[in-house]
């Protein structure tokens, strides 16, 4: 229920298998993110986070989510049967398959939670970073956090001052991946790199004009992939942290690609040459 409203004494609730129904509010509850879609939610619950209120599409999503529902209503969320309408509104012509959670902003993690998870690396597999620099975007910031993801990647390293928030418009787009991958947010992203390279870490930049194609760039060891934003580029300081400059082969009309498509490119490559490595 929309923050600071309340339901009219008329408005009629009624148990349905633990789940109510409820007259429509029309808006997101206030200081919580809507979370649309059944991967989105899933991955909440996963990670055994509790949402405030989950709502379901009445009719068919009703026995088609029964599972997703008795998982959150044993975490104790609140679920209300909802119109197809109310969740329509809500999702503003986007696809939420007749579940929406309301659940607490995300946040990045912390520059010194990064430093502390690499200099103390727990795993057998190195590390796979990917670095955006100045992707202000929120469908491109939720895409590569979704590509990020499905690569495997350890991390996605943004700058404070130009980067996308982690809203929930980037948690829509990112279909669950915003939920599993670790943002760091660093406030001086050249000084960053240089910090990851005396870890050990080989940072590769994608530009235009590098000489090196990313598909002859070694992946196999501790890898920073760094793109920038779309049509800019990474900014001159973030370009001359890099150790490597490498550049996607293009062979046909177009000059660039969207930088999640990129970054997707760049990270399934890395996931082709560790092949047999486990994470």
């Not at 633990?18 to 997101?28: D, M, W």
């Not at 943004?158 to 980067?163: Q, Y």
């Not at 194609?213 to 900014?235: H, I, N, S, Y």
Request: aromatic residues 4%; proline residues 5%.
């Amino acid at each position: 229920m929309g923050a600071g409203r309340r339901e009219r004494p008329d408005t009629r609730e009624r148990q349905r298998g633990g789940k109510r129904r409820a007259q429509s509010t029309g808006g997101v509850p206030g200081g919580l993110d809507a979370v649309f879609g059944v991967h989105a939610v899933r991955a909440l619950l996963d990670r055994g986070e509790t949402p405030r209120e989950l709502w379901i599409q009445e009719g068919d999503a009703e026995q088609r989510l029964a599972e997703l529902i008795g998982v959150a209503r044993r975490g104790g969320v609140r679920v209300l049967v909802r119109s197809r309408d109310d969740l329509e509104r809500l999702a503003s012509g986007a696809s939420h398959q007749g579940v929406v959670a309301f659940c607490p902003p995300l946040s990045a993690e912390s520059e010194a939670s990064l430093w502390f998870k690499l200099e103390a690396w727990p795993l057998d597999v190195p590390p796979l970073l990917l670095v955006l620099d100045g992707v202000t975007d929120v469908h491109n910031f939720g895409a590569c956090l979704r590509s990020a993801d499905a690569a495997g990647a350890h991390g996605v390293i943004v700058p404070k001052d130009k980067s996308a928030p982690l809203n929930a418009m980037v948690r829509k787009v990112a279909s669950g991946a915003a939920e599993n991958v670790p943002v760091y947010q660093v406030t001086n992203l050249a000084r960053a790199l240089a910090r990851l390279k005396t870890l050990g870490v080989w940072v590769l930049g994608t530009a235009g004009e590098a000489d090196t194609a990313l598909f002859d760039a070694d992946f196999t060891g501790p890898v920073a992939l760094v793109m920038g934003a779309e049509g800019k580029g990474m900014r001159r300081l973030t370009r001359e942290a890099c150790d490597t400059l490498i550049k996607l082969p293009m062979v046909g009309s177009v000059s660039s690609l969207n930088v999640s498509v990129a970054a997707g490119i760049g990270l399934f490559e890395a996931v082709r040459q560790r092949r047999g490595v486990q994470h």
